[in-house]
């Protein structure tokens, strides 16, 4: 294990009617004024956006309102917080929705304080050093944006899928109340499991030091989700299963997992940013077409811990058969494996793959995923 360092300052509220207290958590803050960042109007229709605004109602906080955000988020929206956060003069951000709203606020936080373009921030020519204050009720369990300090932005213009990192974008109270996830459909279920459980083996695979600890960790949070996913399909409203799904999501890209590892890299989200940039697909779908194919050209490269998975997760004892059972779970749960569940013909495989081969350098792993490397892991997926 690797020396390190670990600190996680985000209080997490977790259980049923944790959202109705919203704005004793911003008031204890000494937040007067907030940005209410959420995706679609269903939180007014569910009654969730009524909860909120009592809550704050009651607390003397005001609030602006900016809606509409979509899953993979774009930078245009991101530009319109800032604007928004600007002329108000706001004090904090308050992201009500999935992981997309809070990366979008994440972002809106940061430009909000900077004088120049956000967008620098995403190309590494500026560096966060402060934003608002985060704070969020996550309504869909997957990208663990909820306990990190990540965010995954997509410039509408030039169709680069990039992130951001910064201690000052930690959220400083995340409430997780597994009933307002109930109503997720089966099918984004199903891409947040496939999204939690990218999370897991982008460093279970590719550390060149992983600890036993953290391994275990990993294979608790995979196996956990399976079963849960599954509970799940045959009844939405399991709070047990429900609750055990959101608390593995947020663990799985909290930090933890991390502990004393050396060597991580990300070549299933760095090839599945380029992939949903090109064809806008749900980022957790994306994932489970990218995994596989990734899996079956790497796995020589860390062939044992690969035969652990296997043996840790499905009982079988060789790094193929893992493989193979992992992509006959993603099948079964109605989660794509292949490019033709969302009608990707081969002719689109060139933007993706100039793409990713652009993304690879950006996340510097050009030297291994050079152009002809993404080609040959993408054509698996065909």
Known sequence: ???????????????????????????????????????????????????????????TIEYVELGGIVSNPLLSKVYEGVDAAKAHKVDAILSVGGGSVLDSSKA???????????????????????????????????????????????NDKTHQKYFIQAQALYPKVSIINPKLQSSVTKEYLV??????????????????THPTLMSKQIEAIITTVMETTEKLIANPNDYTARAEFAWAATCALNGFTYVG??????????IEHALSAIC??????????????????????????????????????????????????FD???????????????????AIIDNATN??????????YTKETITEILKQAL
């Open 191 to 208: 891409y947040s499991a496939s999204d939690v459980i990218a999370h897991c083996i982008e460093g279970y695979f590719t550390a060149t």
């Open 332 to 350: 079964k749960i109605g989660t794509p494996t292949k490019f033709s569940h969302f009608n990707i013909e081969e002719k689109t495989l060139p």
């Open 1 to 59: 294990m690797k020396n390190f360092s670990f600190c996680n300052p985000t209080q997490i509220e977790f259980g049923d009617g944790k959202e109705k207290e919203i704005g004793q958590h911003l008031h204890h803050n000494g937040i007067k004024k907030v940005l209410l960042t959420y995706g679609s109007e269903r939180i007014k229709k569910d009654g969730l956006f009524d909860t909120v605004v009592d809550s704050l109602k009651a607390h």
């Open 108 to 154: 809106i936080a940061a430009g909000a304080l900077y004088d120049g373009d956000v967008w620098d921030f995403f190309l590494g020519k500026s560096f966060i050093t402060k934003a608002l204050p985060i704070f969020d009720i996550i309504t869909l369990a997957a990208t663990g944006s909820e306990m990190n300090t990540g965010a995954v932005i997509t």
């Open 359 to 368: 993304n690879a350098i950006y996340f510097g792993m050009g030297e291994v």
């Open 261 to 270: 590892t050396a060597g991580v890299s990300y070549p299933n989200h760095m």
């Open 280 to 329: 806008n697909v749900p980022h957790g779908a994306g994932l489970s077409i990218v995994m596989p194919a990734w899996m079956k050209w790497y796995y020589k490269n860390n062939e044992a811990q690969f035969k652990r998975f296997a043996k840790a997760i499905f009982g079988l004892d060789s790094a193929v058969e893992g493989i193979e059972a992992l992509t006959t779970w």
